[in-house]
């Protein structure tokens, strides 16, 4: 657990924010607090369809699923997620443990799968083995990310649509990189005023509304309508247009 200073008050962080989605709340308790206990902040949900929500919804360190849930399985909640580019970690614990489930949990994206009955102590180390290899470094096309029209070069730096170059300031193109990062993760305006200015009381969440407006603008017409604004919360790139899912909610 990270901790850190602000006005002389000592403030504890989370080492990771945490979705899980499990419709026993006997073992959804009981992972809550044994994540809880070694510095996570949990996020919970009992079916799948309010499972979509939140994974699609807000941005998480890791995911933990259940697999056989009420209205939309835990795989493919896993499968809209990396069908839009979404790789946050995600770890299966699941009843079903024959070959062909654990394949299929692994041909979605899955980074592990555990099989109940389990070990709370077991999970929590392979969370952390998890939480590790996802914050190395990640391979790019050297120091480019590209996403639809637009390429971001971090060597430069430097921002091209359609081959064109705009000129972004420091604050734009460090918005624009975070939501590029993550296609489709909807970020809290308190969440990109901490990675522009390290920390997030620093202005007003109305200074990102500001830059984002010059940012859209200069992105052009259909470059800047791929940052959608998701109303009382923030803003998300999204490329690609809405996922059909094979399950229905309600």
Same mark, same amino acid.
């Given at each position: 657990?990270?901790?850190?200073?602000?006005?002389?008050?000592?403030?504890?962080?989370?080492?990771?924010?945490?979705?899980?989605?499990? =419709?026993?709340?006997?073992? &959804?308790? $009981?992972?809550?607090?044994?994540?809880? +206990?070694?510095?996570?902040?949990?996020?919970?949900?009992?079916?799948?369809?309010?499972?979509?929500?939140?994974?699609?919804?807000? =941005?998480?360190?890791?995911?933990?699923?259940? *697999?056989m @849930?009420?209205? %939309?399985?835990?795989? =493919?909640?896993?499968?809209?997620?990396?069908?839009?580019? =979404?790789?946050?970690?995600?770890?299966? &614990?699941?009843? @079903?443990?024959?070959?062909?489930? %654990? @394949?299929?949990?692994?041909? *979605?994206?899955?980074?592990?799968?555990? *099989?109940k009955?389990?070990?709370?102590?077991? &999970? $929590?180390?392979?969370?952390?083995? %998890? $939480?590790?290899r996802?914050?190395?470094?990640?391979p790019?096309?050297?120091?480019?990310?590209?996403?639809?029209? %637009?390429r971001?070069?971090?060597?430069?730096?430097?921002?091209?649509?359609?081959?064109?170059?705009?000129?972004?300031?420091?604050?734009?193109?460090?918005? &624009?990189?975070? @939501?590029l990062?993550?296609?489709?993760r909807?970020?809290?305006?308190?969440?990109?005023?901490?990675?522009?200015?390290?920390?997030?009381?620093?202005? +007003?969440?109305k200074?990102?509304?500001?830059? *984002?407006?010059?940012?859209?603008?200069? $992105?052009?017409?259909d470059?800047?309508?791929?940052?959608?604004?998701?109303?009382?919360f923030?803003?998300?790139? +999204?490329p690609?247009?809405?996922?059909?899912?094979?399950?229905?909610?309600?």
């Amino acid at each position: 657990m990270r901790h850190s200073f602000f006005r002389g008050v000592r403030i504890i962080e989370p080492i990771a924010s945490t979705l899980v989605v499990e =419709d026993d709340i006997n073992i &959804l308790n $009981l992972l809550s607090a044994y994540l809880e +206990s070694a510095g996570h902040r949990v996020v919970t949900a009992s079916t799948g369809c309010a499972g979509l929500e939140l994974a699609t919804g807000a =941005d998480f360190d890791m995911c933990i699923f259940d *697999v056989m @849930l009420p209205g %939309i399985t835990g795989t =493919d909640i896993a499968a809209a997620m990396r069908a839009v580019g =979404d790789q946050t970690p995600v770890l299966f &614990l699941t009843a @079903l443990g024959n070959e062909a489930d %654990i @394949l299929r949990g692994f041909s *979605v994206g899955a980074d592990d799968y555990i *099989v109940k009955p389990f070990s709370p102590r077991e &999970l $929590l180390v392979r969370v952390k083995a %998890i $939480l590790r290899r996802s914050s190395l470094p990640r391979p790019k096309q050297g120091n480019q990310i590209i996403a639809g029209p %637009i390429r971001l070069d971090d060597a430069q730096p430097t921002c091209n649509v359609n081959g064109a170059t705009i000129d972004l300031t420091p604050h734009e193109y460090r918005i &624009l990189r975070r @939501l590029l990062g993550r296609p489709n993760r909807v970020f809290e305006r308190g969440s990109l005023i901490a990675a522009i200015y390290g920390n997030e009381d620093a202005v +007003s969440p109305k200074a990102i509304d500001v830059h *984002v407006h010059h940012l859209r603008a200069k $992105l052009g017409q259909d470059a800047g309508a791929m940052i959608q604004t998701v109303r009382g919360f923030g803003y998300k790139f +999204s490329p690609q247009g809405s996922l059909q899912m094979a399950g229905t909610c309600v």
